[in-house]
């Protein structure tokens, strides 16, 4: 059994027919352990209170797979350059669309979630999917995130911010990614 941790982006509420909570099911109905939390204030967040929750899980949980989308991609970093107990724990890692920090700084609610600087250790095997297409993070996620961090990058044609709006209700990518992590990340269709 594999433990993980689903973690939700700016003004998501847990919706239903969104692909973590799809994917959220499906790994529990495997019998996995999984940790799916609504984040406080997801239409006004705190980066501290975030990244409390976030430590929290972290020592609850004890996750062997994170699992992060949108905002929740750059909190995961902010974890990691502060230090936050738990991260150094995790064995992979999937961000899935952050938005570009000129997105964020540019959005008074999340504009404290403006990316840190490289030059903090990921632990385990990262990697970053995103949507070559995704409007919040208009020069690219290579350009923004793979590059400066080191985060292996796959960019999925035409997937946007793979989100309910870009047809990402369930993503059997994600599942088979979940289940193994030599299995390609691809874009549904």
Same mark, same amino acid.
């Given at each position: 059994m594999t433990s993980y941790l689903v973690l939700h982006g700016w003004q998501n509420h847990r919706p239903r027919d969104h692909w973590q909570h799809w994917l959220a099911d499906r790994l529990g109905?495997?019998?996995? #352990?999984?940790?799916?939390? @609504? =984040?406080?204030?997801? #239409?006004?967040?705190?980066? #501290? $209170?975030?990244? /409390?929750? =976030?430590?929290?899980? =972290?020592? @609850?949980?004890? !996750?062997?797979?994170?699992l992060a989308h949108s905002l929740s991609a750059v909190l995961w970093l902010h974890a990691l350059d502060?230090?936050?107990?738990?991260?150094? /724990?995790?064995?992979? $890692?999937l961000l899935v669309a952050? !938005?570009?920090?000129? +997105?964020? &700084?540019?959005?008074?609610?999340? &504009?404290?979630?403006?990316? *840190? &600087?490289?030059?903090? &250790?990921? *632990?385990?095997?990262?990697?970053l999917a995103a949507g070559d297409d995704d409007p919040y993070c !208009? /020069?690219?996620?290579? @350009?923004?995130?793979?590059?400066?961090?080191?985060?292996? +990058?796959?960019?999925?044609p035409g997937a946007a911010h793979l989100d309910l709006d870009a047809g990402y209700g369930p993503w059997p990518a994600v599942l088979a990614w979940c289940l193994d992590a030599?299995?390609? =990340? +691809?874009?549904?269709?």
């Open positions: 109905e495997l019998g996995h #352990d999984v940790t799916y939390p @609504q =984040l406080p204030d997801a #239409d006004d967040p705190s980066l #501290d $209170v975030w990244l /409390g929750e =976030l430590a929290r899980h =972290l020592a @609850q949980a004890a !996750p062997d797979v994170v502060r230090g936050v107990p738990g991260t150094a /724990g995790v064995g992979r $890692v952050p !938005p570009s920090g000129a +997105t964020l &700084a540019g959005l008074p609610e999340v &504009a404290a979630f403006a990316p *840190p &600087a490289p030059g903090f &250790a990921l *632990p385990g095997p990262t990697l !208009p /020069g690219g996620a290579g @350009q923004e995130y793979g590059e400066p961090y080191g985060i292996t +990058t796959r960019l999925l030599g299995a390609p =990340l +691809t874009p549904n269709r």
